[in-house]
């Protein structure tokens, strides 16, 4: 593959993952069944960015190794500082930098929960005070870093398997991270003995990024084989098989209830990264069912899930302080709705700014780190 080469689809799985996210943090009360089904389950889409975290990151990993018999661990490093570290260090300078009572009055601070601490934010530990203290972080956006976190701690571990392990033993590797994840996953309350975090480490999340990681060693060593079998599926099998994922997301409460520590949650995640994990395979094969473009707007928008992820709860919770302070009532169908809209349009303008200026800039930085 070249090394520009880019996935088709993928920026527009983004740009899906985060509106799962998005939609469970809008202040929106409704007894509607079905938005009741789509508005919950956030959790699913960070599942499915370490999913596609874990195909990405193998692919470029497995291409460097079998082209070079080795990997460049600084070069592999320092584009990941180069995508990561930029923004998630702009916000934390943000939220330790301003005071605490201008940041109450912009409803960036919360009630109940944690008083930061630096070492651990800045450190990328922010996960594991959070499951230190079994609580969320009191200001915003924090609470949604620890799944940042768990990505730079990702990153190390498979830079250190992938440069270990030879090429034949790495399959073996990403099977084997299930039974770990399903044991760790079956040891954390003897360990954190908590009642609100859960699974907020890395090794609790070990298959999603394998279930990825497999797809990847699939794309990059039986590419021919893979993609000769997906022109003989059927458009419609791809459409059965695109419904009934869509299926398990919707139905999640149903058929994978979310239960802390319970038997299900041993294997739940299995479940759903092997099947987001098929769904990408489907989605970047030449032979897909659906294309979006690299022009299409949800490929535009997928391109700034970072900075989405990173921003937009500081527009909710600013814009909730602000209706709280005007007695706006988010009860009422069109206040609620010019919320969400005027959220989400603010949200992605600063996305695009922060792109454009900041990560872009970081990113141009990366040809100084290739071959």
């Known amino acids: 593959m070249k090394a520009g080469f880019h996935f088709k689809n993928i920026d527009a799985l983004r740009f899906f993952a985060f509106a799962k996210v998005y939609l469970l943090h809008v202040p929106i009360v409704s007894s509607v069944w079905w938005f009741q089904q789509i508005k919950t389950g956030g959790g699913i889409g960070v599942m499915f960015f370490f999913?596609?975290?874990?195909?990405?990151i193998t692919w470029l990993l497995l291409k460097e190794k079998t082209t070079n018999n080795q990997i460049n661990a600084k070069r592999f490093m320092m584009r990941r500082i180069l995508r990561i570290w930029p923004v998630y260090f702009l916000v934390l300078a943000f939220v330790y930098f301003m005071p605490n009572e201008l940041l109450s009055s912009w409803g960036l601070r919360i009630v109940g929960g944690y008083e930061p601490?630096?070492?651990?934010?800045?450190?990328?530990?922010?996960?594991?005070?959070?499951?230190?203290?079994?609580?969320?972080?009191?200001?915003?956006?924090?609470?949604?870093?620890w799944s940042l976190c768990i990505e730079e701690h990702f990153y190390l571990f498979w830079l250190l398997m992938m440069s270990l392990l030879p090429i034949?033993?790495?399959?073996?590797?990403?099977?084997?991270?299930?039974?770990?994840?399903?044991?760790?996953?079956?040891?954390?309350p003897h360990i954190w003995q908590n009642s609100l975090m859960f699974t907020n480490d890395l090794f609790t999340n070990l298959d999603l990024f394998a279930a990825g990681g497999l797809a990847a060693y699939v794309f990059t060593f039986k590419e021919e084989v893979y993609e000769k079998t997906m022109s003989k599926i059927p458009k419609f099998m791809q459409f059965v098989f695109i419904?009934?994922?869509?299926?398990?997301?919707?139905?999640?409460?149903?058929?994978?209830?979310?239960?802390?520590?319970?038997?299900?949650?041993?294997?739940?995640?299995?479940?759903?990264?092997?099947?987001?994990?098929?769904?990408?395979?489907?989605?970047?094969?030449?032979?897909?069912?659906?294309?979006?473009?690299?022009?299409?707007?949800?490929?535009?928008?997928?391109?700034?899930?970072?900075?989405?992820?990173?921003?937009?709860?500081?527009?909710?919770?600013?814009m909730m302080?602000?209706?709280?302070?005007?007695?706006?009532n988010l009860n009422e169908t069109m206040n609620i709705t010019?919320?969400?809209l005027l959220n989400l349009i603010l949200s992605i303008g600063l996305s695009y700014l922060s792109k454009k200026y900041i990560e872009d800039w970081f990113l141009g930085l990366k040809r100084y780190f290739n071959p």
């Open 51 to 56: 999913v596609l975290s874990g195909f990405l």
């Open 321 to 328: 302080r602000y209706c709280e302070k005007h007695y706006i």
């Open 338 to 340: 010019v919320f969400v």
């Open 168 to 188: 034949r033993f790495i399959k073996y590797f990403l099977i084997g991270c299930f039974p770990i994840s399903i044991f760790m996953r079956w040891i954390e």
């Open 243 to 318: 419904l009934l994922v869509l299926t398990l997301v919707f139905f999640h409460r149903y058929i994978l209830p979310e239960i802390a520590f319970s038997t299900i949650n041993l294997f739940r995640s299995c479940l759903f990264g092997i099947s987001f994990a098929l769904l990408i395979l489907m989605m970047v094969s030449k032979h897909s069912l659906i294309h979006f473009s690299e022009k299409h707007v949800f490929s535009k928008l997928g391109e700034l899930s970072y900075g989405l992820y990173v921003y937009h709860l500081i527009f909710i919770h600013a």
């Open 117 to 145: 601490d630096w070492i651990y934010s800045f450190s990328f530990l922010e996960n594991y005070k959070m499951l230190m203290s079994d609580q969320f972080p009191i200001t915003t956006p924090l609470s949604v870093f």
